[in-house]
């Protein structure tokens, strides 16, 4: 479930990005910034299940989301503000800026909970019993 998630929030990433820069007449190179995110998310949730690379990927992962979440603030700041003052007139760059750090806070979010989850399951399999076990066999250790 979690590498499917962050597979989809790259390749919308890398829509964003792309769609940006084709929508900008392929004049801003700096369109693309959201692009290069999501090649990160994917690169990184790749290797996101190896066995030895895993935990290294995942909070590389954290890093990368947690900077498209920081970085695009102002972006997304323009992009409330004008839906509170009622304007529906928005300019590309803020509409990008804030779909990169809805993706990336999704990215982020996804990740630390990916991750929780993994710790709860080592917890378990370290303890040598199961609920099913302990609950099947009172005298288990």
């Known amino acids: 479930m979690y590498t499917r998630l962050t597979f989809l929030l790259g390749v919308l990433l890398l829509a964003v990005g792309a769609g940006g820069y084709v929508l900008s007449d392929r004049v801003s190179l700096t369109a693309l910034i959201p692009a290069v995110f999501g090649g990160l998310v994917l690169g990184l949730n790749a290797f996101s299940s190896h066995a030895r690379l895993g935990s290294a990927a ?10 498209g979440v920081v970085l695009p603030q102002r972006g997304l700041l ?64």
């Open 58 to 67: 995942r909070a590389c992962l954290l890093v990368v989301a947690t900077l």
């Open 78 to 141: 323009g992009f409330f503000r004008s839906i509170l003052a009622g304007e529906l007139q928005f300019r590309m760059v803020t509409l990008s800026q804030a779909a990169m750090g809805i993706l990336c806070f999704t990215v982020l979010v996804a990740t630390l909970l990916h991750i929780g989850s993994l710790r709860k399951r080592r917890a378990v399999h370290a303890s040598g019993s199961s609920r099913w076990m302990s609950a099947r066999c009172p005298n288990a250790p």
